[in-house]
C-alpha cells in the first residue's frame, strides 16, 4: 500500500515562529502537493511538484514556500506564521501515470 | 478555469435511507472526476473516479456515481447508508495548469447518519 507520512498530527506554534511541515511518500511517486483544509472551504492546493528540485506554485502560495531535495520528501514552509494560517494540513503524492492522489492523515496547527 | 461546486454543505439521513450528494464541475477540455471520502481525523481516501467509458461508476463501500455531460454532474449515490458511512466528502476534478495536472477540489458534503 502506499504511504503518505506527515512528520506530525498537532502542532502549536506562536506568531511569527519559522514553522517547518514534513510530508515523506513511500512509493516512488513523482508528483506531490500540499493542500490546506478549512471549513466551507474544501482543500486549496498551496504548492506542488513535479520532481526534484521543481515547484509550481498553486492557488494560495502566499506565506508559504516549498522544498523538495529528494523524491520522497516535500516540505512545506511557513516563514513567519501568523494566525490566519491556523489550519489542517495535507499532503498528497500521485504517480506520473496515474490520476489517483494519495493523502496522508494531515497536520492540524495552531498559531498563537 | 474548471471548478467543481458541492451544492450541499450538509446532508442528514437516517441510517439505511438512500443518500445523494450533488456535485456539478464546470470544465471545457477532458473530464476525469473523483469522489474522495474522509474519516473524522483521517486523512482523504479515494472512493470512485470516472476517466472515460461507462458513465456509471462503482466505487467501494456500496457507493456509485454517474457522470453527465449535459448536466455538467457527478452526483454520488448510495441505496442504503451506514452510521459508518458518517464522513465528509469531496467532489473533485482535474486542472491542466501550465502543462501539468492538478486536483481541484470542491468545498466538501458533511454526511450525518442518524440511527
Known amino acids: 500500500d502506499v504511504k503518505v507520512t506527515q512528520s506530525s498530527r498537532y502542532l502549536v506554534k506562536r506568531t511569527g515562529e519559522k514553522v517547518f511541515l514534513e510530508c515523506v511518500q513511500d512509493?516512488?511517486?513523482?508528483?506531490m502537493f500540499w493542500y490546506r483544509q478549512d471549513p466551507g472551504l474544501g482543500l486549496r492546493l498551496i504548492y506542488f511538484?513535479?520532481?526534484?528540485?521543481?515547484?509550481e506554485k498553486g492557488d494560495i502560495p502566499e506565506g508559504y514556500s516549498v522544498s523538495r531535495e529528494k523524491k520522497e520528501r516535500f516540505s512545506l514552509i511557513l516563514e513567519s506564521a501568523s494566525t490566519n494560517q491556523t489550519s489542517m494540513y495535507l499532503c498528497?503524492?500521485?504517480?506520473?501515470?496515474?490520476?489517483?492522489?494519495?493523502f496522508g492523515q494531515g497536520t492540524r496547527l495552531t498559531v498563537v | 478555469a474548471q471548478s467543481v461546486t458541492q451544492l450541499d454543505s450538509q446532508v442528514p439521513v437516517f441510517e439505511e435511507a438512500p443518500v445523494e450528494l450533488r456535485c456539478n464541475y464546470s470544465?471545457?477540455?477532458?473530464?476525469?472526476l473523483f469522489w474522495y471520502v474522509q474519516y473524522p481525523n483521517q486523512g482523504l481516501q479515494l472512493l470512485l473516479k470516472?476517466?472515460?467509458?461507462?458513465?456509471l461508476v462503482k466505487g467501494i463501500n456500496g457507493f456509485e456515481a454517474e457522470f453527465n455531460k449535459s448536466q455538467t454532474s457527478f452526483h454520488l449515490r448510495k441505496p442504503s447508508v451506514h452510521i459508518s458511512d458518517t464522513a465528509e466528502y469531496f467532489c473533485?476534478?482535474?486542472?491542466?495548469?501550465?502543462?501539468?495536472?492538478?486536483?481541484?477540489f470542491g468545498a466538501g458534503t458533511r454526511l450525518a447518519v442518524h440511527p
Open positions: 473533485a476534478v482535474i486542472a491542466a495548469s501550465g502543462g501539468y495536472n492538478k486536483l481541484i
Open positions: 470544465s471545457s477540455v477532458s473530464v476525469y
Open positions: 512509493m516512488d511517486h513523482e508528483n
Open positions: 511538484s513535479y520532481d526534484v528540485k521543481m515547484k
Open positions: 470516472y476517466l472515460s467509458g461507462s458513465t
Open positions: 498528497a503524492s500521485s504517480s506520473a501515470s496515474d490520476t489517483e492522489a494519495f
